[in-house]
Structure formats: C-alpha cells, structure tokens
T-cell receptor, first 104, second 118 residues
C-alpha cells in the first residue's frame, strides 16, 4: 500500500462544477504540499498546509492531521484548471496525482 | 526575479551514452532538489543539495549522480543510459535550509528537461 493515496486518479467535469480531490497518507507529517502540473510539465506549488484550511482564489485546501487526510477543492471550475494535481508529504513521498479535465 | 531554469529543455540520447543536465536555482536559494517523473512511476525524488553538499538521496542506482557549485547551480549526470531513463527531469529550489516537503518551505520548480533514450 502506498504511503500516500490520492483519489480519484482521473476526474472529468463540466465548467462551473465544484471539484474535490482527496489525499490520504499513512506517515506522520509536519506539513503537506499541493502541487499543480500543467501539460508541458511545469509544476507550481499551490498550498503548504500544516493544519486547518487555506484559500487562494477559487482554490481551497483543508487538512485533518488526526485523520491523516487532506482535500483540495476548486469552486466554479474552469477549463484552465485542467492539470494534474499532486499531494506531497515528504521528500520521498508523493501521491500518484489526479488528472483533472474541465470541459467547457 | 528569474525563476528556476533548466537546460537543455529536450534531449535525445541512445542507450549507453551519458548525459548531464543543468539547473540554475532562483537567486538566493541554496537548496536544489532533483526529481524524475515517468508516466508509470510518477514523481520520484533523486537527490537534494544544499551548500554544495548532497543531503539526501532517493532510491536510484549509482548511475545517477549530481553536484552543486558554489553559486548554487546544480548538475545531474546519468551514465550508461537505459531505455527506462526516458523521463522528465525536474529540479526545484527552495529558500529554506531543507528541500523536504515535510517543512514549510515552498519549492519552486523548473520547467524540466525531457530526456528520451533510444
């Protein structure tokens, strides 16, 4: 069993829908990072979390340290949100990624 | 402020050859980490350098090596290339003293070098 599990692995939705991507981990952590990778390869850091909830624009990330679970939400999804979303908890430990496609 | 740059962006090599990839971190960043990304394995950590010293190493064979210079620029080298080494190689720099995602230091990624081994 992987130390980090993301679900779903693939998600296709219509523009405007509310999106949720989940990340569950089995290791003890001090922080969790959400990364976004667009086609072409570039990766950007979206959030760093150690507790509670963070919001940047239409993106919201939450973490429950006790339950070892984090979620990434996208409100009013847009085709430009189409990307792979990866959660990372330690240097060696990454989720396998969630490929999100938003259709206009 | 310039971002993380990687050269070359694309590379085609044949089996048995060696390759050197370069990464220039954001000015002021002293931590540089390297990652390999393949469709099958996803993102995997290769190694991390801080102040010219390798601090952490992932589970890769000795054919994969790296170094960091005094200006924080880093290179990674892969010798005796195999077909399975075809991948996107990403580097990331961090302002903090650790490139570990278990800390509150944001990682800034370069665009990657796409290596194809024929």
């Amino acid at each position: 069993k992987n130390e980090v599990e993301q679900s779903p692995q693939n998600l296709t939705a219509q523009e405007g829908e509310f999106i949720t991507i989940n990340c569950s981990y089995s290791v003890g952590i001090s922080a969790l990072h959400w990364l976004q990778q667009h086609p072409g390869g570039g990766i950007v850091s979206l959030f760093m979390l150690s507790s509670g909830k963070k919001k940047h624009g239409r993106l919201i990330a939450t973490i429950n340290i006790q339950e070892k679970h984090s979620s990434l939400h996208i409100t009013a999804s847009h085709p430009r949100d189409s990307a792979v979303y990866i959660c990372a908890v330690k240097k060696l430990v990454f989720g396998q990624g969630t490929r999100l496609t938003i259709n206009p | 402020k310039a971002g993380v740059t990687q050269t070359p962006r694309y590379l085609i090599k044949t089996r048995g050859q060696q390759v050197t990839l370069s990464c220039s971190p954001i000015s002021g960043h002293r931590s540089v980490s390297w990652y390999q990304q393949t469709p099958g394995q996803g993102l995997q950590f290769l190694f991390e350098y801080f102040s010219e010293t390798q601090r952490n190493k992932g589970n890769f064979p000795g054919r994969f090596s790296g170094r960091q210079f005094s200006n924080s620029r880093s290179e990674m080298n892969v010798s005796t290339l195999e077909l399975g080494d075809s991948a996107l190689y990403l580097c990331a720099s961090s302002l903090g003293t650790s490139g570990d995602f278990d800390t509150y230091n944001e990682q800034f990624f370069g665009p990657g070098t796409r290596l194809t081994v024929l």
